[in-house]
């Protein structure tokens, strides 16, 4: 069982208090609680990122409803312009932030080319950083597995 939007979220009453209690949610209108879910909490001008409580933030962050898909980027603009994204994408990877030339000159790199950037000796720590962007990121655990994780019980 896997959960592909948020509605699908909202409409089981049983996954729905999981989360609510889960989060220790106070404000739990299913139209509000939508909003939060679908918006993208590495945009800093999303509604989630307004709230002050932040559950709503660990929430969105946690089912990523709203989150773009890194695998659909095509450039190293669309991950620099979201730093949050780029820190937690890094942070798979066990990698610092070594700033922004430095990400666009990796994943800029040509993989099967001896001599660029990534495949240099002191930069081969970010090679499958560059592979995992020029080809598929990781898959994330289920939305069902965060769930699971969260209350800390056997929901799959």
Do not use: C, H
Not at 53 to 69: C, E
Not at 93 to 112: A, H, K, T
């Amino acid at each position: 069982m896997g959960l592909a939007t948020a509605d699908e979220l909202l409409e089981n009453k049983d996954l729905l208090a999981a989360v609510v209690e889960s989060f220790d949610l106070e404000y739990t209108n299913t139209i509000f609680l939508k909003r939060m879910l679908e918006s993208n909490p590495y945009d800093p001008d999303s509604p989630v990122n307004q709230q002050e409580d932040p559950r709503y933030l660990a929430m969105s962050r946690a089912f990523g409803f709203g989150i773009s898909d890194i695998n659909s980027f095509t450039s190293p603009e669309e991950l620099l312009a979201q730093p949050q994204l780029l820190e937690d994408a890094l942070e798979q990877f066990n990698l610092s932030n070594p700033g922004e030339q430095y990400i666009r000159d990796v994943l800029e790199s040509d993989l099967s080319d001896p001599n660029s950037f990534v495949n240099q000796p002191s930069n081969l720590a970010f090679y499958d950083f560059a592979e995992a962007f020029q080809n598929d990121w990781p898959s994330a655990p289920s939305r069902m597995q965060v769930l699971a994780n969260e209350v800390g019980g056997n929901w799959l």
